[in-house]
């Protein structure tokens, strides 16, 4: 099952587009060049950065997916990542 954090993090590049792509995601439609944050598998991780293809296989479909962030590229995504990670750190 797929949730979305509030407020969901979104990269420069898909402003414009954040309903449309959050739909698509809902749906299980494929969208091109999105990286989404989501928590981790690995509980020693704070977060983890995966392609939206990937929600495809059927492992990803049934597990709890929390997404905290959605990124048109890579270099998004880690702005993103960074400015989530000190968010974190200064709730502690």
Excluded: W
């Excluded at 939206?52 to 990803?60: A, D, G, Q, R």
């Excluded at 995504?77 to 502690?92: F, G, P, R, V, W």
């Amino acid at each position: 099952m797929i949730s979305f954090n509030k407020p969901l993090q979104v990269g420069k590049s898909l402003k414009h587009r954040k309903l449309h792509t959050v739909r698509r995601i809902k749906a299980g439609k494929l969208c091109l060049n999105v990286f989404l944050i989501t928590n981790p598998t690995n509980a020693q991780n704070l977060f983890e950065v995966i392609e939206e293809k990937v929600l495809l296989f059927p492992y990803y479909r049934e597990r709890e997916l929390l997404i905290y962030g959605i990124a048109g590229s890579m270099s998004e995504a880690n702005e993103i990542l960074l400015k989530l990670t000190e968010e974190k750190y200064d709730c502690t």
